[in-house]
């Protein structure tokens, strides 16, 4: 029987998610939906000084904002116990073992090693210490770290993205999963974990590709499914700069805050850096069904902040008022034709409350000395209701023909009467908006 495809966004709470942790988190969820698949949360809280609750309820409320809710959520710090067990089968099997060195004699190994030419790689030195060894630094107070033995040898993994990889852990370090307070670093519970929970698919950022030999081989140590890798561009910003959430850089909190859609901020993370055009989507369900992993780039993903501005307008001038009604009835604005009217010069959706004075007033009329006379005759030749979208062309018709006017000397004035402004929506949509009186009363 094939297993259900399980997929897992793996966020340390350590600070807020940014537009590039939003990437992987978006990808995996389309390929959850795509593929009628599990979508996991796991929190990697185990570095306790940085992580917070706060961090964590921020990383939900930011995946939700995007339409991300998971169908499973689990926290590191809940799971030590199976994290012991598979330390203590490693350890059976002499996977795992005792190193003693403290920082400065590994970093002393590492100086001289450059010197003589050599990759600053671990000697393997503790594989060698004698009880009486071991038993000298235990006297001293000296506790190891552990470190897992590497095969050494060519792996080899079929990603779904960048095609077959071979990682060779020869030219690698044994790497330390244990510290010497007998705290873990990520590799060893992330691969538990990805047994434990049956994950069939790591979707991750590039930056991983170089581990992935060394957790294919924890996985086979551990007797667990190795699962299907797929290592995606990173997001950068314009100058091909790293994302960093603990400085905040295009933090999700932030682009909510400015008022971006979430479907704008959800295009711009995905699609950046493929081979898909980046156009607006009605949701998630239809960004999933145009997305696939195949058309990620091998390039780079650069985040260019006018895409995302011009992406966000985009989506609210082609909004349907049924999908905006919900968040217009709060404000009083839930109107049809107002929306249809107004929405075509919203940047954010915000901006719908003070366009909307435009119809509702106050509105104080900006007359010209010298366009008094035209406008006395704009009054004169107003048409009689009902009004419709053709009111407009046919009233400015008959004011061209009366007045000789054209093009701006003709319109111009008539919106700055009409609405106080220099721009706006199209008049022809506004007008019946306004009705007769109140026109009459603008244009006075």
Do not use: C
């Amino acid at each position: 029987m094939t297993a259900m495809p399980t997929v897992r966004y793996a966020p340390s709470p350590t600070g807020r998610l940014h537009l590039g942790n939003a990437r992987p988190a978006l990808i995996n969820w389309l390929f959850a939906k795509a593929n009628a698949g599990r979508y996991v949360l796991r929190l990697d809280d185990t570095d306790t000084a940085r992580s917070t609750e706060a961090f964590a309820r921020a990383i939900e409320e930011d995946l939700s904002w995007l339409g991300v809710i998971p169908d499973f959520k689990v926290r590191q710090s809940d799971r030590t116990a199976l994290y012991d067990t598979a330390r203590d089968k490693l350890i059976a099997a002499g996977r795992l073992y005792p190193a003693y060195e403290t920082e400065e004699e590994l970093d002393s190994k590492r100086a001289r090693a450059r010197l003589l030419g050599r990759p600053p790689i671990y000697d393997r030195a503790a594989l060698n210490l004698t009880p009486e060894q071991i038993a000298k630094y235990d006297a001293e107070g000296r506790k190891p770290h552990w470190r897992f033995r590497l095969d050494g040898r060519p792996v080899q993994f079929d990603d779904l993205i960048k095609g077959p990889q071979t990682v060779n852990t020869a030219s690698m370090s044994d790497p330390v999963l244990i510290r010497a307070d007998g705290s873990y670093l990520y590799t060893l519970p992330s691969v538990v974990d990805d047994i434990d929970l049956g994950i069939t698919h790591v979707i991750r950022g590039e930056d991983h590709v170089s581990n992935t030999g060394t957790q294919i081989e924890i996985f086979e140590a551990l007797g667990g499914k190795v699962p299907t890798f797929a290592h995606h561009n990173l997001l950068t910003g314009a100058e091909g700069e790293g994302l960093s959430k603990r400085i905040g850089s295009l933090s999700l909190g932030e682009l909510h805050e400015a008022g971006y859609e979430p479907m704008a901020v959800a295009i711009e993370a995905v699609l950046t850096g493929t081979s898909l055009p980046l156009e607006p989507h009605a949701n998630l369900d239809e960004l999933a069904g145009v997305f696939s992993l195949s058309a990620v780039s091998h390039g780079s993903a650069r985040f260019d902040p006018a895409e995302l501005a011009s992406l966000n307008t985009r989506i609210l001038h082609q909004m349907p008022y049924e999908t905006a009604r919900p968040r217009l009835e709060p404000l009083g604005l839930a109107s049809e034709p107002l929306w249809l009217a107004l929405r075509g010069n919203l940047s954010v959706f915000g901006d719908i409350v003070d366009l909307a004075t435009l119809v509702r007033g106050p509105v104080t009329p900006v007359i010209a000395a010298e366009d008094h006379d035209y406008l006395a005759a704009a009054r004169d030749l107003l048409p009689a209701e009902p009004w419709d979208e053709t009111t407009w062309s046919k009233w400015t018709d008959a004011l061209k023909a009366a007045t000789g006017r054209k093009g701006r000397a003709l319109f111009h004035p008539l919106r700055l009467a009409l609405t106080g402004r220099e721009q706006g929506p199209e008049l022809k949509s506004l007008l019946p908006l306004l009705g007769r009186t109140e026109s009459l009363v603008r244009l006075s």
